[in-house]
C-alpha cells in the first residue's frame, strides 16, 4: 500500500514538473481573478482575460474542446462584466441581486439542454473521450459565468458544484497543477458565496433600506 501510494505520490510529482508555463500562468491568473471577484473588485474581469487566454490552449491541446470553447466565451463575458460592473458602480445600483424562483426553474432546465447538445456535440464532431462530462462541466461555467456578469449570488453555487466535478476530470487528463487550482477554486467560491450572502442581506435588509431612505 506504501509502495502504491508512494508511486502515485511520485507519478503526480512528475506531472507537475512537466507542467507548461502556459498551464502556470492560467493557474495563477485563475485563482488571482476568482479573489477578486469574491471581493467584488472589477480588476477581477482583466486578470480573467489572462487566465482564459492561456487555458484555451492548454485545454485544446489536452483535447478538452468543450472547456477550450468555453474559455472563448470566458473572454467575451469577461469584456461585458467589466463594462456591466462598471456601469453598476456608476448607477450607484444594488450590487447583489438574487434569483428568483422562475428564474430557479430556467436556470436548471437550461444547464440540462445545453449539457446534451454539448455532449452529443462533442461525441460526434470532435476526439474527446470524455464528451458528456466536458459537456456538463461546460453548460455549468457557462450558467455560472452569465450569473457572475450580472452580479447575481447563486453563481458562487454553481461554480462550487462544478469546481468538484472539474477535479477529478483534470486529474484524469494529467493537468493536475489545474485539479489543484481547482480545489483553490473550490474553497474560493465558498467564500465568495459568503460574502455575496452578507452583502445581499445588508441590501436587503428593511432597517438598513430604511435609514438609506432618511438620509
Given at each position: 500500500?506504501?509502495?502504491?501510494?508512494?508511486?502515485?505520490?511520485?507519478?503526480?510529482?512528475?506531472?507537475?514538473?512537466?507542467?507548461?508555463?502556459?498551464?502556470?500562468?492560467?493557474?495563477?491568473?485563475?485563482?488571482?481573478?476568482?479573489?477578486?471577484?469574491?471581493?467584488?473588485?472589477?480588476?477581477?474581469?482583466?486578470?480573467?482575460?489572462?487566465?482564459?487566454?492561456?487555458?484555451?490552449?492548454?485545454?485544446?491541446?489536452?483535447?478538452?474542446?468543450?472547456?477550450?470553447?468555453?474559455?472563448?466565451?470566458?473572454?467575451?463575458?469577461?469584456?461585458?462584466?467589466?463594462?456591466?460592473?462598471?456601469?453598476?458602480?456608476?448607477?450607484?445600483?444594488?450590487?447583489?441581486?438574487?434569483?428568483?424562483?422562475?428564474?430557479?426553474?430556467?436556470?436548471?432546465i437550461a444547464t440540462l439542454i445545453l449539457s446534451l447538445l454539448l455532449g452529443l456535440f462533442l461525441k460526434n464532431f470532435t476526439p474527446?473521450?470524455?464528451?458528456?462530462?466536458?459537456?456538463?462541466?461546460?453548460?455549468?461555467?457557462?450558467?455560472?459565468?452569465?450569473?457572475?456578469?450580472?452580479?447575481?449570488?447563486?453563481?458562487?453555487?454553481?461554480?462550487?458544484?462544478?469546481?468538484?466535478?472539474?477535479?477529478?476530470?483534470?486529474?484524469?487528463?494529467?493537468?493536475?497543477?489545474?485539479?489543484?487550482?481547482?480545489?483553490?477554486?473550490?474553497?474560493?467560491?465558498?467564500?465568495?458565496?459568503?460574502?455575496?450572502?452578507?452583502?445581499?442581506?445588508?441590501?436587503?435588509?428593511?432597517?438598513?433600506?430604511?435609514?438609506?431612505?432618511?438620509?
Amino acid at each position: 500500500m506504501q509502495v502504491l501510494a508512494l508511486s502515485i505520490g511520485q507519478h503526480i510529482a512528475e506531472e507537475i514538473k512537466q507542467t507548461t508555463l502556459l498551464e502556470w500562468i492560467g493557474a495563477v491568473t485563475g485563482i488571482y481573478c476568482v479573489y477578486l471577484a469574491a471581493k467584488q473588485n472589477i480588476w477581477n474581469w482583466p486578470v480573467a482575460i489572462i487566465s482564459v487566454l492561456a487555458y484555451t490552449i492548454v485545454f485544446y491541446k489536452s483535447m478538452l474542446y468543450g472547456d477550450a470553447g468555453l474559455q472563448i466565451y470566458f473572454l467575451g463575458t469577461s469584456v461585458y462584466g467589466w463594462y456591466f460592473w462598471i456601469k453598476k458602480k456608476e448607477n450607484n445600483e444594488k450590487p447583489v441581486t438574487s434569483l428568483s424562483a422562475k428564474e430557479y426553474i430556467l436556470v436548471v432546465i437550461a444547464t440540462l439542454i445545453l449539457s446534451l447538445l454539448l455532449g452529443l456535440f462533442l461525441k460526434n464532431f470532435t476526439p474527446t473521450n470524455v464528451p458528456y462530462i466536458d459537456g456538463f462541466c461546460t453548460a455549468v461555467s457557462f450558467i455560472a459565468q452569465i450569473l457572475m456578469t450580472r452580479k447575481i449570488l447563486q453563481n458562487w453555487a454553481l461554480w462550487i458544484f462544478v469546481d468538484i466535478c472539474y477535479v477529478p476530470l483534470y486529474i484524469y487528463k494529467n493537468l493536475y497543477v489545474t485539479a489543484v487550482l481547482y480545489i483553490i477554486l473550490l474553497v474560493l467560491a465558498w467564500l465568495g458565496h459568503v460574502d455575496w450572502q452578507r452583502e445581499y442581506g445588508r441590501a436587503s435588509s428593511p432597517e438598513i433600506n430604511g435609514q438609506v431612505s432618511e438620509t
